[in-house]
């Protein structure tokens, strides 16, 4: 893997507040590549636990099946639209510290990474470059990036971890943006119940040496046909629980698919929404 001259040497980074969450997903899709029964094909992520000089297990605890679903479930929707179109633009959204390229390159993709000044400066350092992709050091919800797009182009958008770090009407307001700028597109993110965004503004403790940051955004399972409500040409294409895809990763909370008042309060989902 290209990125700092020196293999050698472990690498710092100085992250805190919510660019340091981009070290948590890595850790959990680094970890899944030790099971045979593994959701993911990242080999790349555990080089980059190996390589950066960080406590991951003592931030963020046992690893958990969480990420590694959402990243399977993005990586193979977006397949699916490659099929459509290989040579396709992919805007993915805060990407962090994210391999999606790799795990899904087919050698047409066009791939867009928009991110913070850190964020972007993290991957620099330590993922390699290629000519297909293309890096706007930008907030999700400022308009530099989409102004760097033609009005009407198709594209695959993810915005994976990131719109519970907005405010509601961020939220409306950058799904509304996509859906008036883009034609024939896919956007795809996940969603925090609104449970856990009330705790985290109150601090929750991950472990010892970690507090979640505050995720202002969340909403209950029952309330995704408010998406559709923000314009008049987005569609939910797809919804589901991260219990759904492979439940017997994700028990004890597969089993409150029982119990589906329950599931509408406190479970979180992962949505696919089809802009048209």
């Given at each position: ?274 802009v048209e």
């Amino acid at each position: 893997m290209q990125g700092d001259k020196d293999f050698g040497d472990k690498v710092s980074l100085h992250l805190d507040g919510v660019p340091e969450t981009l070290l948590w997903p890595l850790w959990n899709r680094a970890a899944e590549q030790k099971r045979g029964d593994r959701l993911i094909d990242d080999p790349m992520s555990a080089a980059l636990v190996e390589r950066i000089d960080y406590d991951f297990q003592g931030s963020f605890g046992k690893p958990s099946a969480g990420h590694a679903i959402r990243a399977r479930v993005i990586d193979d929707a977006l397949r699916l639209w490659q099929q459509k179109y290989p040579a396709g633009t992919v805007i993915s959204l805060g990407e962090g510290l994210d391999t999606q390229f790799w795990r899904v390159d087919n050698g047409q993709v066009r791939w867009i990474t928009v991110d913070v000044a850190e964020s972007i400066e993290a991957r620099r350092r330590l993922l390699p470059e290629n000519k297909r992709m293309k890096t706007l050091v930008s907030s999700a919800l400022d308009d530099l990036w989409l102004n760097d797009i033609p009005q009407g182009s198709r594209a695959f958008i993810v915005m994976a971890g990131l719109l519970m770090y907005f405010r509601e009407h961020e939220v409306e307001d950058l799904l509304y943006r996509v859906a008036d700028h883009f034609r024939d597109s896919q956007v795809m993110f996940d969603v925090i119940p609104v449970w856990l965004s009330r705790k985290s503004l109150n601090g929750l403790q991950v472990t010892k040496t970690y507090s979640m940051p505050a995720m202002p955004w969340g909403l209950h399972y029952k309330d995704y046909a408010w998406f559709e409500e923000i314009h008049p040409r987005l569609r939910i294409k797809r919804r589901m629980t991260y219990a759904d895809p492979f439940p017997e990763r994700m028990r004890p909370y597969s089993w409150l698919s029982k119990f589906p008042r329950i599931v509408d309060r406190v479970a979180s989902g992962i949505v696919q929404l089809e802009v048209e």
